[in-house]
């Protein structure tokens, strides 16, 4: 914190209360393990009443277990948000989703230590599982929040040992009756780990997001023949994993061109048949997850990917099958959202980029129904769904300082 | 067949043999699943005894199953050996040993039906076990009479139903009591189908069979870092995939190397962690296959390989381990069997070609205790292992014909 005029968070409380929080679900490794709708979330979810309770924050529950903790505004107008989940991984990290319910409980905090007033409402939400490890799919909270998923269809998805949503609701006591969908919203913020490793890499402290990246997902099958590893010449064959691994090169090759402008392209999964030592393989099959922010780009790339595997396989031979299994556009965040987090950036001196979140985030699904921008923090190495998550304290308070001078702008400091 | 003068085989009885054996085991398909020591494979052997019988050979079965069938010979000298395995893969081909084992057979029914006199005894052996699909390791039978395993240790062996080999042989009543080991061998000549596209694409109808390759095998793992796919931009990976697929790319390119002298290079297994779509890899996984009949070569493509794998990890940020998990040396056959051989083609005036042998054969074991080479005919695609596998009349008729040439000359005709 370089020249920074009052007021600031309190770096101390908010460190404090991280670590109370990563107390709850805590592994071993000095990660967490706090599951959507476990007992453990439940913890979190109590520990979060209590300090706004005490602060004199009023609690709204909805039908989805989402938390609103609001600070009233002087006036009666369109609330600001902010606030992120509580839920982790399993072995996941400490920070992922917790550190934006904490550093806007904190904000909040901040805003009561000074006395300011703000014109318009705050209001902190804590969404409700947003990692979509134990009921699937991802961001299922702020999906029902926006009307992108029916709450009926979401309380029947059942967990692995065949609990619904619904019965873990229950059991740790979490459905509310608050209607807070529907009521009017000015702006979104939430902060978030970068869960890369961009900002670090640039020794920045502060990622203005500006938008999410679109995702075209597909699955690749290429089919040749099984021979005998030792009586056919390499020359001879129709070899699937040898057309697989081109492919593999290639597609980093398309996503490392200029023209590719830092395209996210990934083969994470791959399987082969027979699979075996000595046997030239018939079968082989691989994922693409590709993203980029310029849908324009996205559908080109998609047309070079396509050409450019075709081609490896009718030089090599074999069958060739590209099906798109997924198509999610690019989300651009609202200009004047952006705009507030750039003026509290540079307010407070912090070194920034403008940047666009490669994942997938509640202020994704939040931005479709009201001006929505997040505000990025760095994360050691980029690690992330990984007990080994870490920040460091200035990352820890520039965070929550953008946030505070943020939600400010947008709320309209009404003095003190 | 081209101005062959007599005596020659009977191609029509060899192909109704092998249409008889081809019954055995019969799969949907029209391949076999002939198992060793199976029911199926006791009625193969129950029928080569007959046939055997019937023609007046004196018939031995050693403690390993081994069968040997004996035309004597004028003299009192060192036994001319031929033969095969008569065992085959699970949904097998119905050529791939059996061919050996019954144009074998012909030779000596032909040298009956024209009253040749040889003055060394030929020996027609079908080998225990050469699949090594039910009990591992492949080519038992001639690895016992060579003295390569223990008996007792093979003995042991068991099937995945836990049945011993020593069990399975009693229960098809095949643990013979002749001492065949031992006895003064003058050469052995295998034929067998190639397994392997070469003959057929070069429209060659025999193989004169130099030696088999050595081979040398792999077991290579790449580690790297598991990352956000949506998170991590492309050039801040540590890809253990796109690791993978670099150094398969550039091990096909040293395998196609002029100067790599046509080696069978083969990546036939891979795997990944944590083979997610949305993750980049932190692990690969793969083996390689390097089989070449020159000593120096294989040691000089080792030291490539490792050169290069090592030098892609590099440059890719990720670590490697190579781990050499088998080393067999090359077989070079005996050059009077190779030039007998190369004697009998050149006087059926077939098209031939002398060629290494990729696979493994009984004929490899053999060649350790006494001169050895073999024939080969090519199969339809390369194809075997496989119910598809086929060869035509006219290559069938050559190889036997080529055996009986080359057995009349490796042991003496001593008129008719």
């Not at 599951?35 to 979810?45: E, G």
């Not at 299922?140 to 929040?145: D, E, Q, T």
């Not at 609990?163 to 939430?190: M, N």
């Amino acid at each position: 914190m370089k020249n920074r005029t009052l007021p600031q968070i309190n770096i101390n409380r908010l460190e404090q209360m991280l670590s109370d929080f990563a107390q709850i679900g805590k592994t071993d490794k000095g990660g967490v393990t706090r599951l959507t709708l476990t007992k453990v979330d439940q913890q979190a979810r109590d520990l979060l009443i209590s300090i706004s309770k005490t602060a004199g924050f009023k609690i709204r529950i909805d039908n989805f277990g989402n938390i609103f903790i609001r600070r009233n505004g002087l006036e009666d107008l369109p609330v600001v948000m902010t606030g992120s989940h509580g839920d982790s991984q399993p072995r996941g990290g400490r920070y992922d989703g917790i550190y934006g319910v904490l550093a806007g409980l904190e904000v909040l905090l901040t805003l009561n230590d000074f006395n300011i007033q703000t014109r318009h409402p705050i209001e902190l939400v804590m969404w409700t599982n947003e990692e979509g490890s134990r009921f699937a799919p991802a961001m299922m909270g702020s999906a029902i929040f926006t009307e992108q998923l029916e709450i009926e269809t979401a309380y029947k998805i059942k967990d692995k040992d065949g609990i619904s949503v619904k019965e873990a609701l229950e059991k740790i006591g979490y459905i509310g009756t608050d209607k807070v969908i529907g009521q009017p919203i000015k702006a979104v913020i939430e902060a978030h780990i970068e869960q890369g490793p961009i900002l670090e890499l640039n020794n920045q402290t502060i990622g203005i997001v500006t938008g999410a990246f679109g995702q075209r997902w597909f699955e690749v099958k290429l089919t040749g023949l099984a021979m005998h590893a030792g009586t056919t010449p390499v020359n001879m064959r129709q070899d699937a994993i040898l057309g697989m691994a081109h492919c593999i090169v290639a597609l980093n090759r398309l996503a490392l061109k200029p023209s590719s402008n830092d395209v996210r392209l990934t083969v994470g999964m791959i399987t082969a048949s027979p699979n075996s030592r000595n046997v030239v393989a018939d079968e082989a099959f691989f994922t693409i997850d590709m993203r980029h922010y310029d849908a324009d780009l996205l559908a080109d790339l998609e047309i070079q990917l396509r050409s450019e595997l075709t081609s490896i396989a009718d030089q090599l031979n074999l069958n060739i099958n590209i099906q798109r299994v997924l198509s999610m556009p690019a989300i651009h965040f609202d200009e004047q959202c952006i705009d507030a987090v750039r003026k509290a950036v540079t307010k407070n001196h912090y070194a920034s980029r403008e940047m666009i979140s490669g994942a997938g985030h509640d202020a994704c699904h939040l931005s479709t129904i009201a001006p929505t921008s997040m505000i990025f923090i760095p994360c050691i190495k980029g690690l992330s769904h990984n007990e080994s998550e870490a920040i460091t304290t200035e990352w820890c308070q520039a965070g929550a300082n953008v946030l505070l001078d943020t939600l400010l702008i947008l709320a309209e400091n009404g003095g003190d």
